[in-house]
């Protein structure tokens, strides 16, 4: 109970996601269950990075913009991005237009690329990778990536299963999660 005077505690993602038009669905059937498609990899990145300074929602709704600027996520055309792509991206009132993000999301599906390279895919990486607190993520994803820090990482992170908390134990939707076994469970942490 709250007292006279005292805020209001913030209602979790599970409590306020629920029925919401863009929030709901994100909630229900993607945050925090397990990714191995590069493309979804590189787009769950992407949107993360893109989301640094707005709101959630304002991505969520921005979201088939950005699928369609982006080529779907496709690692490959991504990477293959010229000057002209950037400018289009620019111009482009469907996503946010900052030239910092935009370089950071065609350099990441080329790092992605690299990463390929190596380990087979994006997910084969973090595997490997697998498993880490979150402090030693976010020092990786420094090394690996552009445009990652701490808040970054750490929702990437857990909206893809590789670290806990995505969903409160009452949650409906971490029953779902818990019976796919993410990684973050797989570690038992």
Not at 68 to 88: L, P, Q, S
Not at 120 to 135: I, V
Request: aromatic share 10%.
């Amino acid at each position: 109970m709250t007292l006279m005077g005292e805020p209001k505690p913030a209602a979790s993602y599970c409590d306020a996601a629920p029925g919401h038009p863009y929030h709901g669905p994100y909630h229900d059937h993607e945050y925090g269950f397990p990714l191995r498609d590069d493309a979804a990899l590189l787009e769950r990145l992407a949107l993360e990075i893109n989301q640094a300074g707005l709101s959630w929602l304002t991505i969520l709704k921005k979201r088939d913009a950005f699928r369609r600027a982006f080529d779907g996520f496709d690692v490959d055309r991504v990477a293959a991005y010229t000057d002209e792509d950037r400018a289009r991206l620019l111009a482009d009132g469907g996503i946010v237009r900052n030239r910092l993000k935009i370089d950071a999301v065609i350099e990441n599906a080329r790092r992605v690329q690299s990463l390929r390279a190596e380990h087979g895919s994006f997910a084969a990486w973090l595997d490997a990778h697998h498993p880490r607190d979150k402090a030693a993520w976010v020092a990786l994803f420094k090394k690996t990536f552009a445009f990652t820090g701490g808040e970054i990482v750490g929702e990437f992170l857990m909206s893809t299963g590789y670290l806990p908390g995505a969903h409160a134990p009452d949650c409906p939707v971490y029953a779902r999660i818990a019976s796919l076994n993410p990684p973050w469970m797989q570690a038992g942490a």
